[in-house]
């Protein structure tokens, strides 16, 4: 009885054996090639992140100056200078929004840089009192590039009328005082995130190479699920489009809602990145690399039936989604009110993706999508 | 039936049934201690909104801040079941409070919990006590020395139906064909000093997945022969470390490596106590006594049920249609241990009255790990979606419908979806049927 039962197992290890070799063959010669997560993650600090952070910097740093230019003799020319250096330093952010790992996440830079719609009521109130407490959740749609939206493109229906805003002889000063506040408040945040990035969590960030819940890798992940399924998915098109409160539009609740025509390349921009993330495109260059693409491929991640690669399936369904993008009206408020259809459909197209991302991708790297510790089996 | 009968007259030391009470009770506070410090009362327990709880047991419910008071009794029935103090009164405490602490949420299963509740009521009704005890030093009169054999055999044989079991679902196509899910769990761990690169290859993750299959299916056997069981010993802790530092599994490795002991010899058993004893002897049995269970009969005849029901429990599966490792319908207690790498979105619309539809966001009711377990398992999605229909009804909306938009993927597979979209999970009750509105697998993973 036993001898058989020998038998038979060794015989079946003898199959196993020869079933793996048989596939081994298959595969290149160095397996570990492309597994190593330790190689995954400073490209993405070096690469990715850091130059992303010390370009957003640079325009930050250009609507910070033209903020205090304005504010020195506020006039229409210096105004415009401001929408502009606002509108491309709003863009720039939206290619580093999606690092919120590490320092970003601990503290919480996106929720004080871009939660919409902005809330005016708030923001007048903070204006008047010039000691509002903007650390605590209810101010976070008083502050940001969403504020900064109301306070450059929405506090007058012309630039004209924006100036005079901020000529006010009774109020004007602590108006440009609060635009200042928050401009000063998102540099202190933004350049203490960047400074941590630059000194020890780079290093600390590339050496915590497991997958267990504390680890990089798996926080990395899980943050970039979490952006795309809550803060491009819902945010700039579940939301305002109605999608996720039982089809009732709210086109106001769309990103820069008050600087017309910008909604719709906010999101490619904010899209794009996300793709350069995936594909590992380094960000000075645009050289594709290391990335979470090589790492799904060099796991083997394929869908059984069709053959085809994990990777692929996303990147094919992310271009999707870009087309469905730049189909769109460049507001998307106004793509709602008017057309409807259409956002609906990219937000199926989005759906798909976070699916993918979310379970197919997760689960093929053996990241679960959990934040407590607790024993499984 | 004569062989029956004379191998129910045979008699056995009490060592090692002692010196199992002893370790299992130790080992149990120690879990309990190391699951409170950790703060996984008040995060699993107390923090949550709502639980899943156990068909038919909705009744058991996570006690609130009482919690800890039921832990409390938990550890200290564990720590006193180990000293051998009040044991009849201690070991069903244990065996009650440990099996209400499984029961409160359904989101924590584990097979290993459900062995220690399966353990700790088998305790119950032996004389572990009857030595080495608290129990046995302040009453002198039953102290014992000899115990039936099947006592101790008991105890190896639900073991050997862990083991068995465990390796006998291994039998799969995707776990020994496939080499899932070892095959995605190993290279996460291709980080580890010295054995990490190993797991960066394919044919580790098979020769991985045969080993464990052949061990589990083996270990019982090998275990009880004299002969082997050295070696098999050495391989049950080889396999408990190697498991333990590649799997969050907590004090299983543990208890399992220490539960094994049982099938040592007497000779072992006295060894091992006479060296813990040294300086207490008053512990040990003063003469020679063998004990007879007052109710032999009874207690006889309620372990021969409760194995020909531990026997048959594990393959109810085969009364449901469908891939058992999809609709998870009879998964649970049958030893069905790290099998699949299961992950899932489910999204979930409530329609009221007037056709308005409410897309929830889980995170509003549920933790992360609830979220994650309920995504990927039916009877979970069914409970969370009369949770919200009770939900929405309290706040005035009668007549909702609920729907869910679920996508599951399965070891490696792309994922797909679980639950038929169109079907109103209001409109059925949780029940031992056959779920029909889960989405068929259309696949087939062959083997037990």
């Known amino acids: 009885m036993k001898s058989a039962f020998v038998r038979l197992t060794l015989i079946l290890f003898g199959i196993s054996l020869l079933i793996s070799c048989e596939k081994d063959k298959k595969t290149t010669s160095n397996e570990g090639d492309g597994k190593d997560r330790a190689v995954l993650l400073t490209r993405y600090a070096d690469s990715l992140v850091n130059p992303a952070y010390l370009d957003f910097k640079t325009e930050f740093d250009n609507m910070k100056n033209s903020a205090n230019a304005f504010i020195a003799d506020p006039d229409i020319i210096k105004l415009q200078n401001l929408q502009e250096s606002w509108e491309n330093a709003y863009l720039n952010w939206q290619g580093t929004e999606l690092f919120d790992f590490g320092p970003a996440e601990v503290n919480t830079l996106r929720n004080f840089f871009n939660i919409y719609p902005a809330d005016v009521t708030g923001i007048l109130n903070n204006i008047s009192n010039t000691s509002a407490n903007l650390e605590v959740p209810a101010s976070y749609p008083q502050q940001g590039f969403p504020a900064l939206d109301y306070l450059l493109n929405g506090v007058g229906s012309t630039d004209t009328a924006i100036v005079q805003f901020y000529k006010d002889p009774v109020d004007g000063a602590k108006r440009q005082a609060y635009l200042i506040r928050i401009i000063d408040r998102m540099d202190l945040l933004f350049t203490s995130v960047q400074n941590e990035w630059l000194g020890a969590f780079r290093d600390d960030f590339i050496s915590k190479t497991g997958l267990d819940i504390s680890s990089s890798t798996s926080k990395m992940v899980n943050g970039l699920v979490l952006h795309y399924e809550r803060y491009i998915r819902s945010g700039k098109i579940g939301i305002p489009s109605g999608i996720l409160n039982g089809g009732i539009a709210a086109p106001e609740k769309s990103e820069s809602y008050y600087r017309k025509g910008l909604s719709k390349s906010l999101l490619l921009k904010a899209h794009n990145a996300y793709y350069d993330f995936f594909t590992g495109t380094s960000f000075n260059g645009k050289q594709a690399g290391t990335s979470l693409q090589t790492y799904l491929d060099a796991l083997g991640a394929k869908d059984n039936a069709s053959g085809k690669l994990l990777s692929n399936i996303i990147i094919e369904q992310m271009d999707l989604i870009k087309q469905k993008i730049v189909a769109l009206n460049p507001d998307i408020a106004a793509q709602i009110s008017n057309d409807p259809s259409s956002t609906n459909d990219l937000y199926n197209a989005m759906q798909t993706l976070v699916r993918l991302l979310k379970v197919d991708m997760t689960s093929a790297m053996s990241i679960t999508i959990t934040y407590t510790d607790n024993d499984g089996d | ?448």
Not at chain 2, 123 to 139: E, G, K
Not at chain 2, 185 to 214: H, Q
Not at chain 2, 402 to 430: A, C, H, M, Q
Request: hydrophobic share 50%; aromatic share 20%; glycine share 4%.
């Open chain 2, 1 to 448: 039936m004569m062989a029956i009968k004379r191998y129910l007259n045979k008699n056995s030391s009490i060592a090692p049934l002692a010196f199992f009470r002893i370790c299992f009770g130790l080992l149990l506070f120690i879990s309990i201690c190391r699951f409170w410090s950790r703060g996984w009362i008040e995060s699993l327990y107390i923090d949550p909104k709502f639980h899943f709880t156990f068909y038919g047991f909705d009744f058991i419910q996570p006690l609130g801040n009482y919690s800890y008071i039921l832990f409390l009794i938990c550890a200290l029935s564990a720590l006193m079941v180990a000293l051998g103090m009040y044991f009849r009164i201690s070991s069903s405490l244990l065996f009650l409070s440990f099996t209400y602490i499984e029961l409160m949420d359904k989101t924590y299963y584990l097979n290993h919990y459900y062995f220690i509740s399966l353990i700790s009521f088998l305790l119950i009704f032996t004389p572990a006590n009857r030595a080495y005890s608290i129990d046995s030093l302040r009453n002198k009169s039953i102290q014992t020395t000899q115990i039936p054999r099947w006592y101790i055999d008991a105890f190896k044989l639900m073991l050997g139906i862990l083991y068995f079991y465990a390796g006998l679902a291994k039998v799969n196509s995707d776990w020994l064909l496939n080499a899932m899910p070892l095959k995605i769990w190993l290279p996460a761990k291709n980080d580890l000093p010295i054995i990490g690169p190993l797991f960066n290859f394919e044919i580790t993750a098979y020769i991985f997945s045969w080993l464990g299959c052949v061990y589990d299916l083996s270990i019982p056997f090998l275990l009880l022969n004299k002969r082997t069981r050295p070696f098999a010993y050495i391989a049950v802790v080889v396999f408990h470390l190697l498991t333990g530092l590649l799997f969050p599994i907590g004090m299983f490795p543990a208890i399992m490596t220490v539960a094994a002991l049982v099938f040592f010899s007497e000779n072992f058993h006295h060894k091992i106590l006479d060296f813990i004893f040294k300086k207490l002897p008053q512990f040990k049995p003063e003469f020679n006594s063998l004990y007879i269970p007052k109710n032999r009969r009874i207690t006889l005849w309620m372990f021969a049920c409760f194995f020909i029901i531990q026997l048959a429990f594990p393959f109810r599966y085969l009364a449901y249609p469908g891939e058992l490792f999809w609709t998870e319908e009879g998964y649970r207690f049958s030893w069905r241990v790290m099998l699949m790498e299961k992950a899932g979105y489910a999204q979930f619309k409530v329609k009221d009255s007037s056709g308005h539809i409410t897309v929830i966001d889980n995170r509003e009711f549920l933790t992360p790990q609830q979220e994650k377990m309920m995504a990927t398992q039916a009877d979970m999605i069914l409970q969370f979606a009369h949770y919200l229909k009770q939900q929405f009804e309290q706040k005035g909306n009668s007549q909702v419908e609920i729907y869910v938009d679920s996508y599951v993927s399965l070891n490696g597979r792309l994922g797909k979806t679980f639950v038929k979209p169109d079907f109103d999970l209001t409109k059925v009750d949780e029940s031992f049927q056959h779920k029909n509105w889960i989405q068929p697998f259309n696949e087939d993973i062959k083997g037990f």
